[in-house]
C-alpha cells in the first residue's frame, strides 16, 4: 500500500472540483441580478428569485446520489466517471455562454434547468475521481488539495468575475468561467487517467468488503445526520451573516461582506494541514475538536455585537470549519467498497444539500419569530452541538492508521 501522497496527480482530478467551484460561485453571483432585472414589473419576485435559485439544491439531492450510483456501474474504455464529466462539462459551459444571452424569461428558465440538471449529473463522480485513485488513509489529505483548488475556483470567480462584469457587463464573466470549464475538461481528458481497479478500503485492511455490518450501517447513519447537522449551522451562517452584520453590528453591505470573506480565506488556507491533522490524529477526532472549536467561537457572539470580536471568531471559525469539512468526506467513502464510492458520496451530497434546502427556510422562520438576528450564531450552535452528539457515537470511518477513540 502507498503510504505518500501522490499531489501532482491529486492537484490534477481537483480540476474538476475548480470548475465546478467557478462555476457555480458565478452562478449564484450574477444569476439573481439577471434575474432581478428581466422581472422588473413581476409581482414577489425576489420569492420567485429566491425559489430558481434552490433549483440546484433541488436538483442535487435528487440527482446527484442517482448519477453517483450509476457511475459506479459504468464500465467503458474511458473509465467509470470520466463519461459523465467528458458529457457533462462541455453542456455546462455552453449553458453558461448562453445565460447572459437569453431576451425572455422562458429561454433564460430553460437555459437555467439544463445547467443545474447537467451539473448535478457529473458532479459526484468528478468528486469520486479523488477516493478512485488515492488510498484510504490519504483521503482526507487528497481532499484537502481538492477543497484547496475548489477555493481558489471561487475566489478567481470572485475577483476576475467582478473586474470582467465591470469592463463587458454580465456575458464577460460567463464566458470566463465557460473557458475555465473548458480548460478543466481539457486537463482532465489528457492527463487524469482514472485506475483499473480503484482502491478498496477494507482490502487495505486485509479482508474484501461485500456488505455494511450493523455496526457500520449505524456509523454511515450518525455520520450523514452529522453532516446535516454541521452544514445546516453552516449554510446559515453563509446566508444570513450580512444581514446579522448590517442590522446588529451595523456595518454597511461591503463591509459585512470583506468580514464574511474573512472565514473563507481561512478555510482555504488551512484546508490541506487539515486533512494532514485529521489523517494524523483520527478524522472523527478532528471533526469534533473542530466543531468544539466552532461551538466555543460562536457563542459569545449570541451575546456580544462587536465588529472586531466577531472578525476574531470567524478568523478562527474558518479553521475549525475546515477540520469539519476537509475530514468529513474520507469518513462517508472509508465506508464504501470498490463499487459503491459515487453511491456513498451521492448519501453525502443528499444530506448535505438537504440541509442547504431546509436551513435558510428554517432560521428565517425563526428569526421572523424573533424579531431578532442575533439568533443567528445561537441557532449555528445548537445545529453543531447536534452534529458533535452524532459524531460521538461514531465508530466506524477511519482507516487502519487511525484508530477511533472515544
Not at 475521481?129 to 471561487?154: C, E, F, H, K, Y
Not at 442547504?356 to 443567528?376: A, C, E, H, K, N
Amino acid at each position: 500500500m502507498e503510504n505518500k501522497l501522490d499531489v501532482k496527480k491529486t492537484l490534477l482530478l481537483s480540476f474538476g472540483f475548480f470548475a465546478s467551484s467557478i462555476a457555480w460561485s458565478v452562478y449564484n453571483s450574477f444569476v439573481p441580478q439577471i434575474l432581478d432585472r428581466m422581472l422588473d414589473d413581476f409581482v414577489r419576485k425576489t420569492t420567485l428569485i429566491g425559489f430558481i435559485m434552490t433549483f440546484d439544491n433541488i436538483f442535487g439531492v435528487i440527482f446527484q446520489p442517482v448519477f453517483g450510483r450509476l457511475s459506479d456501474r459504468t464500465r467503458t474504455r474511458f473509465g467509470r466517471r470520466k463519461p459523465y464529466i467528458l458529457i457533462g462539462l462541455p453542456i455546462c459551459a455552453a449553458a453558461f455562454l448562453m445565460i447572459p444571452r437569453m431576451d425572455s424569461l422562458w429561454s433564460l428558465m430553460t437555459v437555467l434547468i439544463v445547467f443545474t440538471f447537467v451539473m448535478s449529473a457529473w458532479r459526484s463522480p468528478v468528486v469520486a475521481l479523488m477516493p478512485d485513485v488515492t488510498p484510504g488513509p490519504l483521503r482526507s489529505q487528497a481532499n484537502g488539495i481538492v477543497n484547496l483548488m475548489g477555493g481558489m475556483g471561487s475566489l478567481i470567480a470572485f475577483f476576475a468575475g467582478g473586474l470582467l462584469f465591470k469592463a463587458g457587463g454580465f456575458p464577460l464573466p460567463f464566458l470566463m468561467s465557460a473557458v475555465m470549464m473548458l480548460f478543466s475538461l481539457a486537463v482532465l481528458a489528457f492527463f487524469v487517467r482514472e485506475p483499473e481497479k480503484a482502491y478498496e478500503p477494507d482490502e487495505e485492511a486485509g479482508k474484501i468488503k461485500v456488505k455494511l455490518t450493523g455496526e457500520e450501517r449505524k456509523s454511515l447513519l450518525l455520520i450523514l445526520f452529522g453532516v446535516f447537522f454541521w452544514f445546516t449551522g453552516y449554510n446559515a451562517v453563509e446566508t444570513f451573516f450580512t444581514l446579522y452584520a448590517t442590522n446588529t453590528l451595523a456595518m454597511d453591505p461591503g463591509d459585512a461582506a470583506m468580514t464574511l470573506a474573512i472565514f473563507s480565506l481561512t478555510f482555504l488556507s488551512f484546508a490541506v494541514p487539515a486533512g494532514f491533522i485529521g489523517a494524523k490524529i483520527g478524522r472523527r477526532r478532528a471533526i469534533l475538536i473542530g466543531l468544539t472549536g466552532l461551538i466555543v467561537l460562536f457563542l459569545p457572539m449570541v451575546f456580544l455585537a462587536n465588529a472586531w470580536l466577531t472578525r476574531a471568531c470567524l478568523f478562527f471559525g474558518g479553521l475549525s470549519w475546515a477540520m469539519v469539512n476537509i475530514n468529513s468526506l474520507p469518513m462517508v467513502v472509508r465506508l464504501s467498497g470498490e463499487d459503491k464510492v459515487g453511491t456513498f458520496i451521492g448519501y453525502y451530497y443528499f444530506f448535505s444539500f438537504s440541509s442547504q434546502i431546509v436551513s435558510p427556510i428554517l432560521f428565517g422562520f425563526i428569526r421572523d419569530l424573533t424579531g431578532q438576528y442575533s439568533v443567528l450564531f445561537l441557532y449555528s450552535c445548537i445545529a453543531f452541538i447536534l452534529a458533535a452528539a452524532s459524531l460521538f457515537f461514531v465508530r466506524h470511518g477511519e482507516d487502519e492508521s487511525a484508530s477511533l477513540k472515544k
